[in-house]
């Protein structure tokens, strides 16, 4: 992945924090708190995006490849990475105010399918701090609508029921719980048992706060919770008797952005700022408004119009006050149609459901075509693309009591 040595980095880092070797050893700080990283799917001659958490502001932060095992050399005074003799350094970058440092680099093509890279993140070798290990395997060249992976599942909830979170996990909502889940659909641990069943109609993972955000709908109170999605511990909840959600999102300022369906027919797209019980409408409305998606960029998305005919894709702007609208697409014409959810990838191919039809379209941002996925006979429910495992997740009413959940290669 590099050809620069990580010993000489990390010496040159402790040199300008140290003069003399002897003293280094009597001055050295404690270990400090863990990093965390982030790490997209390993595609060769594609972007690889490695991102780094909760670090010091200001700090320079190195990103390590090789493979899994143990590292200590001299410079770090007796601490080790968890990394095999010697890494290879990815690239480095100095943290943001937020705590974030981004390196991004470019596999070559070579990299051959199958292999597998550990990355592993540090800083300050005076009290290293450091990451978890992650690694990512290179996949085979697949095209879009294979099957990657096909699981059963409990019942789906209605909307918005997929999304991840940033240790590598799928998060589903099955059977009225919140289902954790990993890259290949492997069942790893079940986060939030609802007392209700169906009662998690949608949500959401919040990177900022690194907390799930879910909208229960039951009566007599309709209610927003937050828990932790690694415990299900509840970290905060928010009660509301007046928003009614069709979906939602966290969006990149930290607000919590929702459909509300004021009555039949009537809409709104409401916004709670900074995680307070504070909300206001931005008066999109319209008839039929059925989803509302984020993008990693600067634009919203969300399905409006008739459902049976006649919906269309609005996009709206994310940076400007207000959300003011950029304009709409026509979404295909296909008798009956009923398109309820939508997600993105970080090319800006949009994918949609029509439960109708039983079909999964993916649409160039500007509303084109490209490409669809049919499922004669099946119902898609919920969508997700995940950056990290660079695939694109659909739960399914197979059949009467029979539900899936698959992994799809993305467009």
Known sequence: MSTRPVSTVLALAVAACASGGSDLDLQRPPPGPPLHLAVTA???????????????????????????????????????????????????????????????????????????????????????????????????????????????????????????????????????????????????????????????????????????????????????????????????????????????????????????????????????????????GVGLGGNGVDVVRNVDSTRAYKVSGTVGGGQVLDVYDLTLHGLPWLGSYSLPSVPGSIYLDLTIDENETLYLTDRANGIVYALASDGTMLGAIATPGEVPHSLHWNRDAHALYASYVVSSGVYALRKYCGW
């Open 42 to 280: 390993l595609l060769p001659g594609e972007a690889l995006e490695l991102l780094v958490e909760d670090a010091t502001p200001g700090a320079t932060v190195y990103v390590l490849a090789g493979h899994p095992g143990t590292w200590c050399p001299a410079v770090l005074g007796g601490s080790c990475m968890d990394l095999a003799p010697a890494p290879s350094v990815v690239g480095s970058a100095v943290a943001s105010l937020d705590g974030i440092a981004t390196v991004t680099v470019t596999p070559p093509v070579s990299l051959p399918v199958g292999s597998t890279w550990s990355f592993q993140a540090g800083s300050e070798p005076m009290a290293l701090r450091k990451s978890q290990v992650v690694d990512r395997t290179v996949p085979a060249p697949c095209t879009f609508g294979d099957v990657l992976a096909d699981v059963p599942m409990g019942a789906p909830h209605d909307q918005d029921n997929i999304d991840g979170d940033r240790d590598d996990h799928v998060i589903v909502g099955e059977g009225g719980d919140i289902v954790l889940r990993d890259f290949d659909l492997g069942l790893t641990g079940i986060d939030y048992p609802s007392p209700y069943a169906f009662a998690n109609h949608a949500f959401d993972y919040d990177g900022w706060t690194h907390t799930l955000v879910i909208y229960q709908y039951y009566s007599p109170t309709p209610r927003l919770r937050r828990i932790d999605p690694l415990t299900g511990a509840d970290v905060g909840a928010e009660v509301t008797t007046t928003l009614n959600f069709g979906n939602g999102y966290v969006d990149r300022f930290g607000n919590l952005n929702v459909v509300n369906r004021a009555a039949r027919g009537v809409y709104t797209f409401d916004t709670s700022f900074a995680h307070t019980d504070t909300w206001a």
